[in-house]
Nanobody, 131 residues
């Protein structure tokens, strides 16, 4: 059974950094693409990062986070990380990791693929950026 659990959220000041973790189980991390998706209060979900499967190997970033956020993967721990630097108030959201057995990362470049029926979502972790 595919499962994901996010952790590492919290409340920080603008300009700070946080590292989110997405612990995965039930599938081979190399065979799935992993997206980070966030949802701010009153707004639609926004895909911000797409980590391709081993068959592509690249990571794609939305323009809103490019240069500030970096995703990485540790296959020995079955964990995906999201290092978030230079955080802004507009980064305040619930952050989700999403496992997708269909690697669509390369399709849109910085336009992270939208959700579809094959996704498995974690429960999310809250990130709040405020003075």
């Amino acid at each position: 059974q595919v499962q994901l659990v996010e952790s590492g959220g919290g409340s920080v000041q603008p300009g700070s950094s946080l590292r989110l973790s997405c612990a995965t189980s039930g599938f081979n991390l190399d065979d799935f693409s992993i997206r980070w998706v966030r949802q701010a209060p009153g707004k639609e979900r926004e895909g911000i990062v797409c980590v391709s499967s081993v068959y592509d190997g690249r990571t794609y970033y939305a323009d809103s986070v490019k240069g500030r956020f970096t995703a990485s993967k540790d296959n020995t721990k079955n964990t995906i990380y999201l290092q978030m630097n230079s955080l802004k108030p507009e980064d305040t959201a619930v952050y989700f990791c999403v496992a997708d057995p269909v690697d669509r990362c390369h399709v849109g470049g910085s336009n992270i693929p939208p959700p579809h029926q094959y996704d498995t979502w974690g429960p999310g972790t809250q990130v709040t950026v405020a003075s």
